[in-house]
């Protein structure tokens, strides 16, 4: 299965890509996970993509599409892209690159999502310094405040999550994200679900929309 998720920042295409990919032996390739990587160890990358993402821009479409056409090179079974494409331009380049390697896309998955909800989630949105682990101080709240409970390492915030940042990527989103809908609509690819709920719930939601077989409890659910 070849998937892409589609939707606006918080509708949870990251929190459902990781499950189902653990559920069904994907590969999950985010591009905003690769380039918070890249800056993090301040790579070539990470220096030309920073300047785009601290101001909640989208990073320029030939970096992006040789980034992800090197990984998919490498990729043998099924992936799940969450975060691209993210644009026409890059849709395109996605589509042509699959046509050569003979491994076309099985479905684009839309979350839909109210903007408050989603802004409500990425406010509450932290990850550990040290391991990386996410939490939610609303939704997943640490067992204790500030510190993971992996490790022990501090929280802290995405730099891209404060609120003006998360504003401009809503508006980047409106302008260059949603016409994808109507690109993947036209190829018959197009999967919609309701983002609101429960994780579990949506987890469902994006296994039916897919016709994968019913969740079953995994041992020790
Ligand atoms: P990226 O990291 O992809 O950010 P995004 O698309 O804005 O996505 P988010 O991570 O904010 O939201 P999500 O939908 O994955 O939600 P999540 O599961 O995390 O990109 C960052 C930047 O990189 C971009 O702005 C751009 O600059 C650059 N970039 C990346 N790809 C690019 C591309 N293709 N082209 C150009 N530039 C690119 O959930 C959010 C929160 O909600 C979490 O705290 C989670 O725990 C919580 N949550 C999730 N589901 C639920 C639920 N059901 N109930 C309650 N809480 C929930």
Redesign the pocket.
Known sequence: MRLV?L????????????ELSKRHGLVHV????I??WNVKHETELGKI?QS??E???????D??VRM?VERLERIEGGFIL??????VP?AVALEENLEKLERPLTAAVY?HIEEEI?VK??S???SCSNCGT???V???PPRVEGVCDVCGGELVQ?A??REET?RR?FE??EQSTTPLRHFYAERDLLREID?????E??ARRLEDSLDLPARSAAPGE
């Open positions: 998720l939707g606006p920042p918080g509708a949870g295409k990251g929190t459902q890509a990781k985010a591009t905003g996970d380039f918070r993509a785009y993402m101001k909640g821009d989208l990073v320029p479409d970096v992006v992800v969450d975060g691209f494409p993210r644009t890059q979350f989603a989630r990425i509450g949105r932290r996410p939490y939610n609303e939704f997943d995405r891209d999550d998360v990527r980047v989103y983002a609101d709920g429960e994780g719930e949506v």
